[in-house]
């Protein structure tokens, strides 16, 4: 985010539940938490905004903006995949220890993902460690099929795959943090390869 306000964006960031400074939401579930994301994309702007979200917050965020396409105008979606993990992360030992994230991690592993047919409109760029578990080679090939057969001439997507990186570390890599700062400032990221 640090990367993004150095580059003269106006950055907002939204805790889910039980994460950084929000409190947890004992009735949470993926249609409330992207009801509340897009109440807060509402409030900041009147325009559509770049939506970033990472693992979890990449999947919600993919959802918001296929509901709410006229919101979002890039979306920036790492440690994403096409599939929910979240059944097999709660089965790995010491992955979220902190009770009220097992705790909603546990209702959201039930729920079915991607929700439904629609796919997103807006240009995307997908990254994700060579290491990450969670997001696969397989899952942008997924995005980007899904992409095609909603519209043949689709809007731009871009992949990065960082090496020796996984789904904790990815996050801190440099060439990450200037592919996402390239994508959304309209220019073509120079590392990022597999369209």
Not at 138 to 144: E, K, M, S, T
Request: glycine share 8%; with cysteine.
């Amino acid at each position: 985010m640090s990367s993004l306000a150095a580059e003269g964006f106006h950055v907002w960031s939204v805790d889910l539940p039980a994460h950084g400074k929000a409190a947890p939401a004992p009735l949470a579930n993926r249609e409330s938490l992207c009801r509340e994301i897009i109440g807060h994309a509402r409030s900041i702007s009147t325009e559509p905004i770049h939506a970033v979200g990472y693992s979890l917050g990449a999947q919600l965020v993919y959802q918001c903006a296929a509901q709410d396409p006229a919101l979002f105008s890039h979306l920036l979606l790492g440690g994403f995949s096409m599939v929910n993990r979240l059944p097999a992360a709660l089965d790995a030992p010491g992955f979220l220890v902190a009770p009220a994230q097992r705790d909603l991690a546990e209702r959201l592993a039930s729920e079915q993902f991607p929700p439904g047919p629609t796919v997103p409109c807006q240009p995307a760029l997908l990254f994700s460690g060579a290491d990450d578990a969670w997001s696969t080679p397989g899952d942008h090939a997924a995005f980007l099929a899904r992409r095609r057969r909603h519209d043949r001439s689709g809007p731009p997507t871009d992949v990065h795959v960082e090496p020796r990186r996984d789904h904790v570390n990815v996050v801190t890599s440099k060439r990450v943090r200037q592919a996402a700062v390239e994508f959304l400032a309209g220019r073509t990221p120079g590392a990022a390869h597999g369209h």
